[in-house]
């Protein structure tokens, strides 16, 4: 079935460093959405994907949508420490006929402060 | 604060034991998803309302697992004869059905334990 493949699973950040994560899939999705989740609360959408080459920016963050259709990349720029937390990847559940709503999630990336 | 709002936030249970949990999605949303999360994973989809009509089941949701949309509004989730296996985070999560692409809003959840 439709799996995504986060990588890498976790990392350490420095205030200002640049963040790179990525989201792989062997099966093709037609959007692609990333997550932000902080511990005790449920998942906030960051960036949306609608087409393959697409780039799009929020903030500092950024995320392209493959030209395969089989992976998505999240960009962030200048980490800040409120930049911690988990960062999914999610696209939906090809269905025919199913909900758009009906996501598969990654594993997830998880960004924690260098000590 | 008319975000997506999960009561309770906490429930602990014994095995056997049935729990319900509710979900009051953002007003005007007219489509409502249950979604589990255990820990260390991303979230899986259970189930999907559009209004009061349950459209999509997943094969997580095993005959234990009942969810209702009464009136179109708020909806819950009940878990009979629960088992330690159920111990997760429930996620509902929202969207406005008549706009294309509508993201998903996600709640805070609701935390089982199972002893």
Not at chain 2, 15 to 41: A, K, M
Request: charged share 20%; aromatic share 10%; glycine share 10%.
């Amino acid at each position: 079935g439709q799996q995504l493949n986060q990588s890498p699973q976790s990392m350490f950040i420095q205030e200002g460093e640049d963040v790179s994560m990525n989201c792989t899939s062997s099966s093709i999705f037609n959007t692609w959405l990333w997550y932000k989740q902080d511990p005790g609360e449920g998942p906030v959408l960051l960036i949306a994907l609608y087409k393959a080459g697409e780039l799009t920016s929020n903030g500092r963050l950024t995320a392209q949508f493959g030209i395969t259709r089989k992976d998505s990349f999240l960009n962030i720029s200048a980490s800040i420490p409120s930049d911690v937390g988990i960062y999914f990847c999610a696209g939906p559940r090809l269905n025919y006929g199913g909900s758009q709503g009906n996501l598969i999630f990654g594993k997830g990336t998880k960004l924690s402060v260098k000590p | 604060d008319t975000g997506v709002s999960q009561n309770p936030r906490h429930k602990i249970t014994k095995r056997g034991q049935n729990v319900t949990f509710r979900c009051d999605p953002i007003s005007e949303h007219n489509r409502l998803y249950w979604y589990r999360q255990t820990l260390g994973q991303g979230p899986e989809f259970l189930t999907y309302f559009q209004n009061e009509a349950q459209l999509e089941k997943s094969r997580l949701l095993s005959d234990r697992f009942s969810a209702e949309r009464p009136k179109g509004s708020f909806s819950t989730l009940e878990i009979q004869r629960t088992e330690q296996g159920d111990s997760a985070m429930y996620l509902c999560a929202s969207s406005l059905g008549r706009v294309i692409n509508s993201p998903l809003h996600f709640g805070n959840g609701t935390r089982l334990t199972v002893t």
